[in-house]
């Protein structure tokens, strides 16, 4: 029996276990009592629950730790002001989480004074535990917090988790082929909004997250004056002019962790650009207007770092037009404004390899040119699933030839200026080597939207419809289902726990300048796996229209950062419908959900930063739970953060990784070993963010390069 008194002498808890340890002493913010829990006679526990106890005001001994009892498994730890310790019993084998007996006196002191009673039965071994019922809620020493713990009278219960017999810490589960992604924790939390910033002194029409944490924010150089300065004496020289020079930025690296920007100079106009991190974590923006329309821009995240230029032109103007790295590291540039081809971005300073015609390009236009920014999506075989307008192909870029033409995708123009929005659903390597995507596409806009806006003032519906298709199936077709909403413009995110998120934009028009309206304040959660007809939830509403020229941001804490919308040729502040937006947004989605921070994996730290193909990723973490939690309720997600301009987030993937170890440690750590993806089919090589999930809520992620 081993009995834990305060130093006054008062019995705090006493119980029965199979083997006791005493570990080292613990960190200063560890100062609490955490109690893991499995229900015993008429103490029972809702197996996803556990009672967390502070206990900042006691000093706390363990004055016996004798081990005369078989029973089932406990773990918890003690500490005060201070004195501290740590307890932990660590059994030979896991078959149950079992509280043996709380003495009287330690029911009295439990904080918040909201017990509604207590049943002491027996203090003697062997007895009946005492019944408790309405404790609160707590926190545990990592800030999550604990759900309602429901009390009552029963008979005891076991449970039974995965390797019965594997003793602990040794015991590992081998991963098993999953046919879903992790099971996602329901809630009811629409989500919440907050405006971090009112300044962001650029207004953000390209986004792209950098492996720094930090984000860079441009629009064009063509708008005129922004809203801050470039610092004395480093005005910007106008091309093609002697003594004319900009004095204000247009780009800016946001720190979302402060808020805070600092100025970069852009020497051409990246308007309407395209772009997508290097290999080695460089952000290269291709393409523009006027004098940028050929240019190839390097930016390198660091404190003093600033925009650099390629002396290389590229091939055709890239106006409009879309990058995407293919499965060997290397860039391609399609389309753009009356560019009906494609071309490989040669090393940075090489010559580049000229132009590659793709008539399909040309196939798809229309008199309101609704196929540029065309949507671009890597597919497991190498090649490349093209959208543009309503039609898609299959095209290999080693042999130029159109390997594939699928069905049309019905409904109206997709692209800009119709503008839908695009991702690929999680890939999961999860079950084995044949890996197919799909492309989900949402939204869009009528064929004479862009038309009847500019001419006439008429705002035409936008679209309600999404298609998803698997691009390698031989029987590939579009799935097709109605959105609660039409949109236009809107910005499409994975989500790292699998689900999608839908935000931005408008219900009528087109993109352009004022040429939409009716703005869509909701976002929509996409949840893939669910039933059709089931997929879709309405999040809670912003207050700030985010129209033309909008972009957002998944971040490593799993927040969405949003920012820009102009939808005004200048930055324009008074009387118009849509003043140029400066002010800076966080969103929580529904995983943040305060009741689901319990679930949230802490202390996440990846052992190996940098990995090649195919190789084991060592992960450990702290995930809160009353009982060893089952692999299949962690899921691992590896993210691609995008380049993001005009609706449309290019090169992002997420890849649910297949979980090949998963050790249980004491005091609710847990050693993960994942496997890295392939090849660069499935993950192009480069940076990207690794989250745990536990039943659907994200961790913190943590960066690694994939080589």
Not at 189 to 198: A, I
Not at 201 to 211: A, D, F
Not at 243 to 257: G, K, L, N, R, T
Not at 429 to 436: E, F, R, S
Request: with cysteine; proline share 9%; glycine share 8%.
């Amino acid at each position: 029996m081993t009995i834990v008194r305060s130093l006054s002498g008062e019995v705090i808890c006493s119980f029965f276990r199979k083997k006791f340890e005493i570990p080292e002493r613990l960190e200063e913010r560890e100062r609490e009592l955490m109690l893991y829990e499995r229900g015993v006679g008429g103490l029972e526990l809702d197996e996803s629950m556990l009672q967390t106890i502070r206990f900042r005001s006691k000093e706390v001994e363990i004055i016996d730790n004798t081990v005369n009892d078989g029973r089932s498994p406990y773990v918890f730890h003690i500490s005060g002001s201070n004195h501290h310790k740590i307890g932990s019993l660590i059994p030979e084998s896991r078959n149950s989480l079992k509280f043996a007996k709380f003495s009287a006196d330690f029911i009295k002191g439990l904080p918040g004074g909201h017990y509604l009673g207590h049943k002491p039965d027996a203090e003697e071994e062997g007895g009946t535990p005492p019944r408790i019922y309405g404790l609160p809620q707590f926190r545990d020493i990592f800030g999550r917090l604990v759900p309602g713990v429901n009390f009552g009278g029963g008979k005891q219960q076991e449970t039974k988790p995965t390797n019965d017999n594997l003793p602990l810490p040794q015991a590992q589960a081998q991963a098993q082929a999953q046919a879903q992604p992790g099971v996602i924790k329901e809630t009811n939390y629409p989500g919440k909004w907050v405006v971090v910033s009112e300044n962001s002194g650029v207004s953000s029409m390209h986004m792209q997250l950098m492996p720094t944490n930090k984000l860079v924010m441009f629009d064009a150089t063509s708008l005129g004056r922004s809203n801050i300065e470039l610092p004395p004496a480093n005005c910007r020289l106008i091309p093609n002019t002697t003594d004319q020079f900009d004095c204000f930025s247009h780009a800016v690296e946001y720190d979302p962790a402060t808020n805070n920007v600092r100025t970069l100079k852009v020497l051409t106009d990246p308007w309407c650009s395209s772009g997508g991190l290097t290999p080695d974590g460089a952000l290269l923006n291709t393409g523009g207007w006027k004098d940028g329309e050929r240019i190839q821009r390097y930016y390198s995240s660091c404190d003093t770092c600033d925009w650099k230029e390629s002396p290389v032109l590229l091939s055709d103007i890239r106006w409009y037009g879309t990058q995407t790295m293919l499965a060997d590291g290397r860039y391609i540039v399609l389309g753009g404004r009356r560019a009906f081809n494609y071309e490989f971005i040669a090393p940075e300073d090489k010559p580049s390899p000229g132009k590659i015609d793709l008539p399909f390009l040309l196939d798809t236009t229309d008199i309101h040119e609704n196929n540029l920014y065309p949507f671009i999506h890597l597919a497991p075989d190498g090649n490349l699933f093209i959208l543009a307008n309503f039609r898609s192909i299959l095209l290999d870029v080693r042999t130029n030839k159109i390997v594939r033409t699928y069905p049309d995708l019905p409904g109206g123009a997709r692209n800009y200026p119709g503008s839908a929005t695009t991702a690929i659903l999680p890939i999961n390597l999860q079950n084995g080597d044949k890996v197919d995507i799909e492309v989900l596409v949402c939204g869009g806009g009528q064929p004479l939207a862009f038309g009847k806006a500019e001419k006439e003032g008429i705002f035409l519906p936008a679209l309600d419809t999404c298609g998803r298709i698997k691009v390698l199936d031989p029987a590939a077709n579009w799935e097709v289902e109605t959105m609660p909403a039409p949109r236009v413009m809107s910005d499409m995110l994975n989500l790292p726990n699998g689900e999608i998120l839908i935000l931005n934009g408008a219900q009528k028009g087109a993109s352009g300048w004022q040429f939409a309206d009716d703005p869509i304040l909701t976002p929509f959660l996409y949840s893939p796996n669910k039933p059709a007809g089931q997929r879709f939830k309405v999040l809670a509403a912003s207050q700030i229209p985010r129209m033309y020229h909008s972009t957002s941001a998944v971040l490593p804490d799993g927040k969405i950062l949003v920012a820009g919308s102009n939808t005004n040729p200048g930055y324009l502040y008074k009387n118009v419908k849509f003043p140029t937006e400066l002010r800076v947004e966080k969103f929580d989605p529904p995983y943040l959900d305060p009741a689901l921070e319990a679930f949230s994996p802490k202390m996440v730290k990846v052992q190996n930063n940098v990995i090649g193909y195919g190789q084991a990723i060592q992960i450990t973490c702290n995930i809160l739970s009353p009982v060893p939690i089952p692999q299949t309720d962690v899921m691992v997600t590896m993210y691609k953060p995008p380049f993001t301009t005009h609706g449309y987030s290019m090169n992002q993937r997420l890849l649910i990784l297949k979980i090949t170890g998963f050790v249980v440690l004491p005091l609710g750590n847990y050693q993960l070993q994942v496997q890295a993806p392939p090849g660069g089919e499935l993950a192009p090589p480069g940076h990207y963010l690794v989250f745990v999930n536990y039943l659907g809520v994200p961790s913190a992620a943590s960066w690694i390069q994939l080589k």
